[in-house]
């Protein structure tokens, strides 16, 4: 029997990918494209779903090279389609820039480096060095480019111009490739130069992309959409594909059908089931979409299902908003991660700065980048969608407990949420009732205006630390009602826990009465007994009451 190929992990390099590696066939991108003859299209999709690759494939596909790169696309999809759309191959001058690696701490270090990827793209057009069919002042601007001695000013024009250059040279009119195109401007917003880098990157777009009559298609890649006026100010032809669109909703991450494929190919079809529930769940326009990511890498680890995605080291983004500790944050969280769904409007253009505005911004910008998954879209008459949004699988699920616990130990210290650990595993509430004194001083403000959703978010991601001895549960049906939270553990050894929750923000309340009213909801409603049909016999049950930064425990 013939060696499997191996899985293109991390591999963006197309020709490589098709011929040496395991390759799902997206080339009917390039079908599609040309059919719907769409001047300069954006792709959005969160993070490695497989846009670096894609883009190179078109790269690959329409370049006009020394070399015939016919041979990559002769035996797949493209090339059943006929000679309307194989005779484009190879035909056009192509611009291919990623901005994927530009990220700095500052906007000196990320403009250098803006400057080295233009420089590189000019310098991979050597033809153009001494060619006698551009003019002389564009030839003039593309030495200094070359050479590094351009002003920035001819940096922000250098897209159109290599573009009028490639054009007058080959007599071809080119197409402009352009991937990750917003990373830049994540960067800005994260580090404090936004606006250093949405100027700069407003008038390189703008100068190459408005009405240049030099350009054939421009295709853009990236996370977001970012707002007409903080970047494609002007630019009234700008065709946007999000992850609430159908069309060409296939072609970034994997299909059902896909996946059935490949688990039949690496013989491992009997883990369909559990693909899924870590890894899928996400929903482009109308289609099941896998993450490719983690999908390869699962079946590369020997199918060990964990989260892949969620440990790129890229989740900075999330931590600022998870750092957004507003009764709305924090009742809408418990909600996604209990596994309910939350109605919202969504708007899918963004401006970074507007992030810490109204919820509706949060929620479309988690889903936009793939923390969200739109289960139903409604579009209305103002292009504001009305979504039904959840968490997406299992992995996901992780990166919210995982963050948002990073968050607190990073608040109140990670000896805090220790110290918590040991309490409700002892069943030594005084330290319970002290340990969450504490962290609520520290944390907490009195104008967060606090109540029971905020501390439930709050308990539900300091017992985070207990999951990987514990199942984590929240607001589901045991007994005779809906109990907070519930910790099933994973070893016999280990106690189950129960915790119900009461605040108040009245001062004359008494806690200690609360928070025994919470502990005898436990007994009377029988939250227990899904615990002990599970032949859990030790089982701990608190009731916890707050009141601002004021909490009482109350235990058997």
Same mark, same amino acid.
């Given at each position: 029997?013939?060696?499997?190929?191996?899985?293109?992990?991390?591999?963006?390099?197309?020709?490589?990918?098709?011929?040496?590696?395991?390759?799902?066939?997206?080339?009917?991108?390039?079908?599609?494209?040309?059919?719907?003859?769409?001047?300069?299209?954006?792709?959005?999709?969160?993070?490695?779903?497989?846009?670096?690759?894609?883009?190179?494939?078109?790269?690959?596909?329409?370049?006009?090279?020394?070399?015939?790169?016919?041979?990559?696309?002769?035996?797949?999809?493209?090339?059943?389609?006929?000679?309307?759309?194989?005779?484009?191959?190879?035909?056009?001058?192509?611009?291919?820039?990623?901005?994927?690696?530009?990220?700095?701490?500052?906007?000196?270090?990320?403009?250098?480096?803006?400057?080295?990827?233009?420089?590189?793209?000019?310098?991979?057009?050597?033809?153009?060095?001494?060619?006698?069919?551009?003019?002389?002042?564009?030839?003039?601007?593309?030495?200094?480019?070359?050479?590094?001695?351009?002003?920035?000013?001819?940096?922000?024009?250098?897209?159109?111009?290599?573009?009028?250059?490639?054009?007058?040279?080959?007599?071809?009119?080119?197409?402009?490739?352009?991937?990750?195109?917003?990373?830049?401007?994540?960067?800005?917003?994260?580090?404090?130069?936004?606006?250093?880098?949405?100027?700069?990157?407003?008038?390189?777009?703008?100068?190459?992309?408005?009405?240049?009559?030099?350009?054939?298609?421009?295709?853009?890649?990236?996370?977001?959409?970012?707002?007409?006026?903080?970047?494609?100010?002007?630019?009234?032809?700008?065709?946007?594909?999000?992850?609430?669109?159908?069309?060409?909703?296939?072609?970034?991450?994997?299909?059902?059908?896909?996946?059935?494929?490949?688990?039949?190919?690496?013989?491992?079809?009997?883990?369909?089931?559990?693909?899924?529930?870590?890894?899928?769940?996400?929903?482009?326009?109308?289609?099941?979409?896998?993450?490719?990511?983690?999908?390869?890498?699962?079946?590369?680890?020997?199918?060990?299902?964990?989260?892949?995605?969620?440990?790129?080291?890229?989740?900075?983004?999330?931590?600022?908003?998870?750092?957004?500790?507003?009764?709305?944050?924090?009742?809408?969280?418990?909600?996604?991660?209990?596994?309910?769904?939350?109605?919202?409007?969504?708007?899918?253009?963004?401006?970074?700065?507007?992030?810490?505005?109204?919820?509706?911004?949060?929620?479309?910008?988690?889903?936009?980048?793939?923390?969200?998954?739109?289960?139903?879209?409604?579009?209305?008459?103002?292009?504001?969608?009305?979504?039904?949004?959840?968490?997406?699988?299992?992995?996901?699920?992780?990166?919210?407990?995982?963050?948002?616990?990073?968050?607190?130990?990073?608040?109140?210290?990670?000896?805090?949420?220790?110290?918590?650990?040991?309490? +409700? $595993?002892?069943? /030594?509430?005084?330290? *319970?009732?002290?340990?969450?004194?504490? #962290?609520?001083? %520290?944390? !907490?403000?009195?104008?967060?205006?606090?109540?029971?959703?905020?501390?439930?978010?709050?308990?539900?991601?300091?017992?985070?630390?207990?999951?990987?001895?514990?199942?984590?549960?929240?607001?589901?049906?045991?007994?005779?009602?809906?109990?907070?939270?519930?910790?099933?553990?994973?070893?016999?050894?280990?106690?189950?826990?129960?915790?119900?929750?009461?605040?108040?923000?009245?001062?004359?309340?008494?806690?200690?009465?609360?928070?025994?009213?919470?502990?005898?909801?436990?007994?009377?409603?029988?939250?227990?007994?899904? +615990? $002990?049909?599970? /032949?859990?016999?030790? *089982?701990?049950?608190?009731?916890?009451? #707050?009141?601002? %930064?004021? !909490?009482?425990?109350?235990?058997?």
């Amino acid at each position: 029997m013939p060696a499997t190929l191996p899985l293109p992990i991390g591999n963006t390099d197309y020709k490589e990918t098709c011929s040496e590696n395991y390759y799902v066939d997206k080339t009917l991108l390039i079908k599609d494209l040309l059919d719907e003859n769409l001047k300069i299209v954006l792709f959005t999709r969160p993070r490695r779903f497989g846009k670096t690759l894609n883009m190179d494939m078109l790269r690959t596909f329409f370049e006009k090279t020394a070399d015939d790169n016919s041979q990559y696309f002769t035996n797949k999809k493209i090339w059943q389609q006929g000679e309307r759309y194989t005779k484009h191959q190879g035909k056009y001058p192509v611009i291919f820039i990623t901005l994927k690696d530009v990220r700095a701490r500052n906007w000196s270090t990320a403009l250098d480096m803006l400057k080295f990827v233009i420089r590189t793209e000019f310098a991979r057009h050597k033809e153009l060095l001494n060619s006698q069919a551009v003019s002389l002042t564009d030839q003039a601007i593309y030495n200094k480019i070359i050479m590094d001695t351009a002003r920035d000013s001819e940096y922000r024009f250098s897209l159109q111009v290599l573009c009028r250059m490639l054009h007058a040279h080959h007599q071809v009119k080119p197409i402009i490739i352009v991937d990750e195109y917003d990373t830049p401007v994540q960067e800005g917003y994260m580090n404090a130069y936004y606006d250093d880098a949405i100027d700069f990157i407003r008038s390189f777009f703008s100068a190459a992309l408005k009405d240049n009559p030099h350009l054939m298609m421009s295709i853009l890649t990236g996370i977001l959409r970012i707002a007409k006026e903080s970047i494609f100010s002007g630019l009234n032809n700008v065709r946007v594909f999000s992850v609430l669109d159908t069309k060409f909703s296939s072609y970034f991450g994997f299909t059902t059908d896909e996946i059935t494929a490949m688990a039949s190919y690496y013989n491992k079809a009997e883990k369909i089931s559990e693909i899924k529930e870590w890894y899928d769940g996400y929903r482009f326009g109308t289609n099941e979409i896998f993450n490719p990511w983690s999908v390869l890498n699962y079946f590369s680890n020997d199918c060990q299902p964990i989260p892949y995605w969620v440990r790129t080291s890229e989740n900075a983004i999330i931590k600022e908003i998870l750092k957004l500790p507003t009764e709305s944050t924090y009742q809408n969280l418990t909600r996604l991660m209990d596994g309910a769904s939350i109605k919202s409007n969504v708007e899918t253009d963004i401006i970074y700065p507007k992030l810490k505005d109204p919820q509706a911004n949060i929620l479309g910008f988690l889903l936009m980048t793939g923390y969200l998954k739109a289960i139903e879209i409604t579009p209305n008459l103002e292009g504001i969608y009305e979504c039904n949004l959840e968490i997406p699988n299992k992995e996901l699920r992780s990166v919210y407990r995982r963050e948002i616990l990073t968050l607190l130990k990073e608040k109140a210290g990670e000896n805090t949420v220790i110290r918590l650990q040991d309490a +409700l $595993l002892s069943k /030594n509430t005084e330290q *319970i009732k002290l340990t969450l004194g504490n #962290f609520l001083i %520290k944390t !907490a403000s009195f104008f967060d205006g606090l109540q029971e959703n905020y501390y439930h978010g709050l308990i539900l991601g300091l017992v985070t630390i207990l999951e990987n001895t514990h199942k984590l549960l929240s607001n589901r049906e045991s007994g005779d009602g809906r109990y907070d939270i519930q910790l099933e553990p994973k070893s016999s050894e280990l106690p189950g826990i129960i915790i119900e929750l009461k605040s108040t923000n009245k001062a004359s309340a008494n806690l200690s009465y609360l928070a025994t009213t919470a502990y005898n909801q436990i007994l009377t409603k029988k939250y227990d007994t899904e +615990l $002990l049909a599970r /032949n859990v016999h030790t *089982i701990y049950k608190y009731g916890i009451a #707050f009141r601002g %930064k004021e !909490a009482e425990v109350v235990s058997d």
